[in-house]
C-alpha cells in the first residue's frame, strides 16, 4: 500500500448544519487514498462530528480563488460536469449521477424527482492550490431567475454546450446574460463520446451565432465509444483517460492537431503586442507565451477558448481544471463594480483591507433550519461573529458562524477573503440583492435584473388551517426565488401566483406543500378586465323608504361622461340652487365608489369615467347618508348601463424569439390570439417577433410556446394598455357573469 501524506484542519465549534459526511476532499492534491486510509479517516471524522467538532475549509487568498458559472441550454450536461470536477479534485469518492438524483449539486427533493437542476447550487472544487467556486445552474428557461443571480456573482463563464445538439436557444439565451455582466468565456462541448459527433461542425455553428473568435485549445481523440481522451494544444500531447496520463498524439490526428494549434497561436499572439511581433518575424512562441497570450485574449474577449469533455467518464476534466486555472481571471482581474458610496458613485475593487462590502445572490427557507443566505464579497472580509449594515433596511445583521456550500453540505470558515462566496444563517432583514457593508462606510452594490413573470395561477387554501398560513409561506418561497411573485388581484378577488412557466409555478406550490404543509389549489386566473362607457348619459333615480316611522328620501340626477384611457374616475359636484344639500355629496359620492369597485354589467372595475350630480331633491326630515348612498349607488348603475358600456382588456406587448423555420407557425398562431404583429427582427438564425396581444389569449403561452418549437422558443411579455373587447367576445363574457349571479 502506498503511502500518501495528507492534510486537514478542524475547529472546535458546534454547528447545527451539515455533516462531515463519507464524501469529502482530504489532501489538497487530488489524489486517491488506499480503501484503508480512507475507512480509517472517515471513523476518525465520524468520531469528530459525533462530538461536535466541524471539519472545516482551507482558507485561500483572492489570487486563489476563481468564480466560475456553469450555463447552458437544458440537458447539455452542466451538473454531470461540475460532478466530475469535484470527482477529479478528490472532493468526493465517487460520481453521482442525474438520473439517480445522487449529484451534489442537484440535492433538492423536487431536483431529485424530476432529474433536472431547478436551483443554482455552489459547488467548490480545489484544485493546483486554488479555489475554483463553481456554480452550477438550471438550464430550463423556467428557471432562468436563478442563472441571472448566479452570473452576476461570477467572473467567468463555462458556456456548456451538447456535442451533438449545438447550439440551441438556451445557449443564446445565457450568452447574453454572460455578455451583459462582461464575463470571460470558455466554451465546453461535452459529451463528445456520443455518436455523430462533429466539432468543426459545432466550432462553425459558435461562429455563425456568436460572431466570436473561438478557438480549439483540446481536440477529442477517437469517437462515440471509443473516445479515449484529449489533445492538449498547447502542450501538444495527448491526455488520456479521466486521470489525463500523458501519452503522445495519435498519427492519425497530428495533421489535425498541427492545424488547429496554429489557429490558437495566432489568437494568442494578436493578444499582446510583444507575441505579435515575434510572432510576425517568424518566431515560435514558447508554451508560457501562449499561456499569457491566450489569458489575455480571454480577459480581453478578443477570443474564446473552446475544450471538449465526455464528463461522465471523466475525459478533458482535469485538462478544464488546468485552464480554469491558467485562464479563467480571478478577483483581481475583474472590472470595478460601480457601487453607491456615502460620498455618490464609487468604485468598489476585491481589496482585503477595504470596508465590507458583500452582495447577497440567493436566499434559502427551510422550516427547520431557517433562512440561508447566499453572498459574495466585493470588498474587504467577512470574518464569523460580526455585525455588519444591511444598507437597503439601514439595520445591523448580526454574523454568525459561515460557511463555504458545497451543495447542501455547509463547511465552516471563520472569514471570507475579497472574491469568495458563502453563505450565513438567519439573517432577519437581509433579502437577495441586498448588499451587506461595513457601518462605518455603507454602500449599495447593483443587485441582479430579474425578468418579469409570464405565466400566473390562481391560488385558494384547501383549509382554515392553509389560509391562515399562506400568506407567510408564499412570502418565503418568493423570497427564495425573485422570479416568483403573489399579489391580491383586486379586480377578481383572487390571490396570484405568477412565475416563469408552468413548471415553475407548480414547484413553487409542491414545496409550499412539502416544505411548510401548505395545500392549495390552482386554477386559470380570471381576466382582469375593467368596465367603462362609450358617451355622455344622463338620468335620476329616486329612493324612497317608509318603514312607520322614520322614512328615507332622497332623489339624486346623474351624468356619466367617458375619459379618456387611464384616467380613472372624477366626480363633480354641480348642484345649484340649493335643490340637494352639500352636506350629502360625499353621501352620494360614497355610494357611487361602492359600484365602482363592484361593477355594473360583468363584475368588473368602473374605469374612465366622469361623474357628475347636477340636481336632485331631499326631504326635510327623510333625506338622511344612507338614503343619498342608495340613491348615487344606483343611479350610477342606472346610467352606465344606458351609456353604452363596455369591456376593457389588457394588451401586453410580446417579444418572441425562435429559429427561423418555425416563423410562420408562430405568426399564424399569434393571429389565432388577436395578436398583432409590430414587427420582425432577423439576429444569427433566430427570428425575434414583436407584438401586441391580449392578455386573456396569453395566459398559457408559455407552454404553448414550447409545444410548438420543441422547447426552443422564448418569450417575454410587460403589460402595455387597454383596449375594448370585441362585441361578440363581451357578450359571452357578461352572459357568463350573469349565469353566475344567478346560481
Known sequence: MTCVPFSFRIENCHSPFGTIGAERQIGPWGLKLSSIADFVLRVVFYTLEGKGVTVSMKDYQTEQLRNVVLLGHGSSGKTSLAEAMLFTS???????????????????????????????????????????????????????????????????????????????????????????????????????????????????????????????????????????????????????GSDGTVAEIPADMAD???????????????????????YLEGEELTEDEMRRGLRTAILEGTAVPVLVTAATEGIGVRALLDTLISYAPSPLDHEPVAAEGPEGDEKVEADDDGPLAALVFKTTADPYVGKLTYFRVYRGVMASDTRVLNTRTDSEERLGQLYVMRGKEQMSVSRLPAGDIGAVAKLSETSTG?????????????????????????VSPKSKADQAKLGPTMSRICEEDPTLRWRQEPSTKEMLLEGMGGAHVDIAVRRMSNRFDVEVETSTPKVPYRETISRTYSDRYRHKKQTGGAGQFAEVHLRVEPLPRGSGFEYEWAVTGGAISSSFQSSIEKGIKQVLNQGVIAGYPVVDVRAVVFDGKEHPVDSKDIAFQIAGREVFKKV?????????????????????????????????????????????????????????????????????????????MTFDHYDPVPSHLMEEIVAAHQREQEK
Not at 180 to 205: C, F, H, P, W, Y
Open 90 to 240: 478528490g472532493a468526493i469518492n465517487r460520481m453521482g449521477e442525474v438520473e439517480d438524483g445522487t449529484t451534489v449539486a442537484d440535492y433538492d427533493e423536487e431536483e431529485r424527482r424530476r432529474h433536472i437542476s431547478l436551483n443554482l447550487s455552489l459547488v467548490p472544487v480545489e484544485w493546483d492550490g486554488h479555489k475554483v467556486n463553481v456554480v452550477d445552474t438550471p438550464g430550463y428557461t423556467d428557471f432562468i431567475g436563478e442563472a441571472k443571480s448566479a452570473v452576476r456573482v461570477s467572473d467567468a463563464a463555462l458556456i456548456v454546450i451538447d456535442a451533438v445538439s449545438g447550439v440551441e436557444v438556451g445557449t443564446e439565451l445565457v450568452w447574453r446574460f454572460a455578455d451583459e455582466q462582461g464575463l470571460a468565456r470558455i466554451v465546453v462541448v461535452n459529451k463528445v463520446n456520443r455518436e455523430n459527433v462533429d466539432i468543426s461542425r459545432t466550432m462553425e455553428e459558435l461562429e455563425e451565432t456568436f460572431g466570436e473568435n473561438f478557438v480549439l485549445t483540446h481536440l477529442p481523440i477517437g469517437s462515440a465509444e471509443e473516445c479515449a481522451g484529449v489533445v492538449d494544444l498547447v502542450n501538444m500531447r495527448a491526455l488520456m
Open 256 to 278: 489535425q492537431a498541427e492545424e488547429a494549434r496554429i489557429q490558437l497561436i495566432e489568437a494568442a499572439a494578436e493578444a499582446d503586442d510583444e507575441l505579435i511581433m515575434k
Open 434 to 458: 441586498d448588499t451587506l457593508s461595513d457601518e462605518d462606510h455603507p454602500v449599495t452594490l447593483p443587485g441582479p435584473v430579474f425578468p418579469s413573470p409570464v405565466y400566473s395561477v390562481a
Open 640 to 716: 352606465v348601463r344606458g351609456a353604452s358600456p363596455t369591456l376593457l382588456e389588457p394588451i401586453y406587448t410580446v417579444s418572441v424569439t425562435v429559429p427561423e423555420e418555425y416563423t410562420g407557425d408562430i405568426i399564424g398562431d399569434l393571429n389565432t390570439r388577436r395578436a398583432q404583429v409590430q414587427g420582425m427582427d432577423q439576429r444569427a438564425g433566430k427570428t425575434i417577433i414583436s407584438a401586441l396581444a391580449p392578455f386573456a389569449e396569453m395566459q398559457r403561452y408559455a407552454t404553448d410556446l414550447r409545444s410548438l418549437t420543441q422547447g426552443r422558443g422564448l418569450f417575454s
